[in-house]
């Protein structure tokens, strides 16, 4: 976790998720993963995918992160991003994407960025339109 009083750059959040990457557990797929997340009063969090011999209990790095950035308070996110070092960007998975728009506001940015520091962005609405949000439920 880490404060400031300004916003933090896109740089720094891939950082963040480029040191998740390194702590990734991906012993079956070999398929790392790292997420960051900047907070709404400029916090940055990072998470990594955990995977389990039992193969379905695997957890992703965004969700993850968004787990790691709740347990520390926070709940409102303004900007995802996901690095791995595939050629291909990795977008985040259908279950990552409904847990997003349970933080994100539909205009958020999310950015997957890889190792060429190519990157490819998306709104959380591209990512999932017509999210069930918890206004659903009333
Ligand atoms: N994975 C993520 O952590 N995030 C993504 O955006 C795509 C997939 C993980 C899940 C699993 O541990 C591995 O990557 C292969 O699917």
Redesign the pocket.
């Known amino acids: 976790m880490q404060k400031n009083k300004n916003t933090p750059s896109i740089d720094a959040l891939v950082d963040a998720a480029k040191i998740a990457y390194n702590s990734a557990y991906?012993p079956?797929?070999q398929?790392q993963?790292g997420?960051s997340l900047l907070t709404k009063d400029n916090q940055v969090f990072n998470g990594?995918?955990v995977?389990n011999a039992s193969y379905g209990l695997?957890v992703?790095?965004?969700r993850n992160c968004i787990a790691n950035a709740v347990v520390h308070g926070c709940q409102t996110f303004t900007h995802l991003v996901?690095y791995t070092e595939q050629e291909k960007l990795?977008?985040?998975?259908g279950a990552?994407r409904q847990v997003i728009a349970e933080f994100m506001l539909p205009e958020a940015k999310i950015t997957s960025v890889n190792h060429l520091n190519q990157r490819k962005e998306w709104s959380v609405a591209q990512l999932l339109p017509d999210a069930f949000l918890p206004r659903d439920l009333t």
Do not use: D, H, Q
Request: charged content about 10%.
């Open positions: 991906a079956y797929s398929f993963v997420a990594c995918n995977e695997g992703c790095a965004e996901v990795t977008p985040p998975c990552c």
